[in-house]
């Protein structure tokens, strides 16, 4: 049963252009969200976070947009850059969640 | 400076051996991780400790005993291995008991069990 999901498993953009990824949740508990980036061989790191009270949260290039109605968050990436090619995992917790759940990732690809 | 340090970074192994995987973090956090990522990928957590104390043990088999001998050290020993045992293990810290804050990773144990 995956409470959250990212449901693309890969993504390629081309430089300077924007890279948006989707993550769903199913468990309306969930009231804080992160964004972890992995490259090969490493572990996951934090890449950003945002609280269920609101709905937008920005750090530079990096923006996360929260849809609670929709249960939906998103990460934008602009302009995406080559070094930003990694797996990024979306986590959530919650409610009676003791710990973060993670998403299988997505993959980005970015081209110079 | 390594804030997350596992070893051994790659570990291949007989099936019905025992096998344990160290970590510490130098980062003075009170709660730590083992989560497994498996060949579909997930990150599933498996133990958490806070200061020692076991305060998530997931639905994991009891060949899998997680050991902290102190909050800076959290260790997972296995037993009898299985085929399915096979995937990267990480460890991971936070500075509580993860209402808000986020995790720190290790690099990774991956371990392989022919």
Same mark, same amino acid.
């Given at each position: 049963? %995956?409470? @959250?999901?990212?449901?693309?498993?890969?993504?390629?953009?081309?430089?300077?252009?924007?890279?948006?990824?989707?993550?769903? +949740?199913?468990?309306?508990?969930?009231?804080?969200?992160?964004? +972890?980036?992995?490259?090969?061989?490493?572990?996951?790191?934090?890449?950003?976070?945002?609280?269920?009270?609101?709905?937008?949260?920005?750090?530079?290039?990096?923006? @996360?947009?929260?849809? *609670?109605?929709?249960?939906?968050?998103?990460?934008?990436?602009?302009?995406? %850059?080559?070094?930003?090619?990694? @797996? +990024?995992?979306?986590?959530?917790?919650?409610?009676? %969640?003791?710990?973060?759940?993670?998403?299988?990732?997505? *993959?980005?690809? @970015?081209?110079? | 400076?390594?804030?997350?340090?596992?070893?051994?970074?790659?570990?291949?192994?007989?099936?019905?051996?025992? =096998?344990?995987?160290?970590? $510490?973090?130098?980062?003075?956090?009170?709660?730590?991780?083992?989560?497994?990522?498996?060949? =579909?990928?997930?990150? =599933?957590?498996?133990?958490?400790?806070?200061? =020692?104390?076991?305060?998530?043990? $997931?639905?994991?088999?009891?060949?899998?005993?997680?050991?902290?001998?102190?909050?800076?050290?959290?260790?997972?020993?296995?037993?009898?291995? $299985?085929?399915?045992?096979?995937?990267?293990?990480?460890?991971?810290?936070?500075?509580?008991?993860?209402?808000?804050?986020?995790?720190?990773?290790? $690099?990774?144990?991956?371990?392989?069990?022919?």
């Amino acid at each position: 049963d %995956q409470q @959250v999901k990212q449901n693309s498993p890969s993504l390629s953009v081309q430089e300077g252009r924007i890279s948006i990824l989707n993550c769903d +949740y199913t468990n309306s508990m969930f009231d804080y969200f992160l964004w +972890y980036k992995k490259y090969p061989a490493e572990g996951p790191t934090f890449l950003i976070s945002i609280s269920s009270i609101k709905d937008k949260n920005e750090d530079g290039r990096f923006t @996360v947009f929260l849809n *609670k109605s929709a249960k939906h968050l998103s990460l934008h990436i602009v302009p995406s %850059q080559p070094g930003d090619s990694a @797996v +990024y995992f979306c986590a959530a917790t919650g409610g009676s %969640q003791g710990n973060l759940i993670f998403g299988k990732g997505t *993959k980005l690809s @970015v081209k110079p | 400076d390594t804030a997350v340090s596992q070893t051994p970074k790659y570990l291949v192994t007989q099936m019905g051996n025992d =096998k344990s995987i160290k970590c $510490e973090q130098n980062l003075g956090h009170d709660t730590m991780y083992w989560y497994k990522q498996d060949s =579909k990928k997930f990150l =599933k957590i498996m133990f958490s400790y806070n200061n =020692k104390e076991l305060i998530i043990n $997931e639905t994991v088999p009891n060949r899998f005993s997680p050991k902290s001998p102190d909050k800076a050290h959290l260790n997972l020993h296995i037993n009898s291995l $299985e085929l399915g045992d096979s995937a990267v293990y990480f460890c991971a810290s936070s500075q509580d008991r993860l209402a808000f804050g986020e995790l720190f990773f290790g $690099e990774g144990s991956r371990l392989t069990v022919l």
